[in-house]
């Protein structure tokens, strides 16, 4: 009898909660959806690999089904996700007031639950404003020349080679340029190699957190662990032999730490650096990688953009001076050309937040402490926004502002958090365009296929020979 009634009572207890988990609680009309299954909700659909260029198609069922705005759970996480570009410019507008930033556990784990994603308010805009006096303006101005020079020396050496993995090469190049600049690193000079433990961050990066052996999870976390231990070592080295002069940003970090009643701690420094190195290199690369890709497909746009690269050549008293700045602020078809290759890439496919207390939209009920993930790829390939929107159609951006966030475009993300990096990530792109247009061209080998488990990989690489244009075409 006690056996049934214990039996009766587990059924009963299960049955409950299960409905509870398909039904969550909600002070009003929760946005349609489904929860999925059990504390594993509707994860393993979200991470599936798809090979589309399109919108994923997790939530294009989903947006055909519900709306533009749903309801989910990933992760053992319950989700609202918007595709509708008024509920994502509120989200945006609403930062530090009705949402805040907020990522799932794998990202913070990654990147350390101190990294600049994670903080809000003063010490997120000190963290920034810390940010900006290496890539800002200014110091970008700086910089200039040697981004070229980096650019020039890198293609001249895969010239030299058969064929070269784009992605990589673009990678490793745009690492040890900002490594240099952030820690003075040098691969040449170092016994270990900094950038081997940041190689499986993207795969992992928003993966489904189970830390065992062989997981991309696992390889991510071991790799924040050495790179973690290598950048600590650095740290306790300036500050047994400080330099007499700032000449990277660790100087200016140390500066920051010694200062009487700083807010900055060495474990808050430590993150931000990890983010950095990581953040620098590995979104970059994929977009030149894309872009090269997006310019093979596309003959008539890659002419275009040659012509305005030769002709700064032809305008310069001097052919081989160095490119300056008035230069590249007047490459107004690159700037459309890299917008063009932002929106298509999607590298970026979720923009997360948190709801700091229930917030009525559109009759639907956003519940206080629920994740809301922004969808850039939704709004970027919107017909109703952009004609024919899986075309490579640079001029569409013609007349229009390329340097900022809108309801439509949020490739650098949006409000407050408009990502600090977005001027050095266009100089990067526009240099190697620069050097790469005018004295190369190059054929596609092999590979240059897509896959997105969310986030954009190349399976197979793109394996590409570059050749060195001839002395006459050169000096036009």
Request: with cysteine; glycine share 6%.
């Amino acid at each position: 009898m006690w056996a049934l009634c214990i039996g009766a009572l587990v059924f009963v207890s299960i049955t409950h909660w299960l409905y509870r988990w398909r039904n969550p609680r909600c002070n009003g009309k929760l946005p349609p959806g489904s929860m999925g299954l059990p504390l594993l909700g509707e994860t393993l659909q979200f991470f599936a690999p798809n090979t589309s260029s399109d919108i994923p198609p997790f939530i294009k069922n989903r947006m055909k089904s519900y709306g533009p705005i749903f309801r989910t759970s990933l992760v053992g996480r319950p989700v609202i996700i918007s595709t509708d570009p008024d509920l994502n410019y509120f989200i945006f507008q609403q930062e530090g007031q009705l949402f805040q930033s907020w990522y799932p556990d794998t990202f913070t784990e990654i990147f350390g639950r101190q990294n600049v994603g994670s903080l809000h308010g003063f010490m997120y805009r000190y963290l920034k404003n810390m940010v900006l006096n290496l890539f800002g303006p200014e110091s970008l101005r700086k910089m200039l020349p040697e981004v070229e020079q980096v650019a020039r020396a890198r293609l001249q050496q895969w010239s030299s080679q058969d064929t070269v993995e784009l992605k990589e090469a673009t990678a490793t190049m745009i690492f040890d340029l900002t490594a240099k600049k952030l820690i003075s690193y040098d691969q040449e000079k170092s016994s270990e190699n900094l950038r081997e433990n940041f190689v499986a961050f993207m795969e992992g990066l928003i993966s489904f957190p189970l830390d065992i052996p062989g997981t991309a999870y696992h390889k991510c976390l071991q790799g924040r662990e050495r790179a973690m231990k290598k950048l600590k070592n650095l740290l306790q080295e300036r500050r047994a032999n400080p330099r007499k002069e700032q000449s990277d940003f660790y100087d200016y970090v140390l500066k920051e730490l010694q200062k009487e009643g700083t807010i900055l701690t060495e474990a808050i420094a430590l993150d931000l650096m990890f983010v950095l190195l990581f953040a620098s290199f590995e979104t970059t690369s994929v977009a030149i990688t894309l872009a090269v890709k997006f310019l093979s497909e596309n003959p008539l746009v890659l002419k275009q953009l040659t012509e305005e690269h030769e002709a700064i050549l032809k305008n310069r008293e001097n052919v081989h001076s160095g490119l300056t700045w008035r230069e590249y602020k007047s490459m107004t078809y690159t700037f459309q050309f890299i917008n063009e290759t932002a929106r298509l890439a999607n590298i970026v496919p979720g923009i997360f937040r948190k709801a700091l207390r229930d917030i009525q939209f559109k009759g639907y009920t956003i519940p206080a402490g629920w994740a809301v993930m922004v969808c850039p790829p939704a709004v970027h390939l919107n017909p109703a926004k952009y004609e024919d929107p899986l075309a490579f159609n640079p001029s569409r951006w013609k007349g229009m502002e390329t340097n900022c966030a809108s309801k439509n475009f949020m490739a650098f993300g949006g409000g407050m958090r408009f990502c600090v990096g977005t001027d050095f990530t266009k100089v990067q792109m526009a240099v190697f365009l620069h050097c790469f247009l005018t004295k190369y061209r190059w054929q596609a080998i092999r590979g240059g296929n897509i896959v997105r488990t969310p986030g954009i990989q190349f399976p197979n690489g793109f394996h590409v020979r570059i050749i060195k244009k001839d002395a006459t075409h050169e000096s036009t």
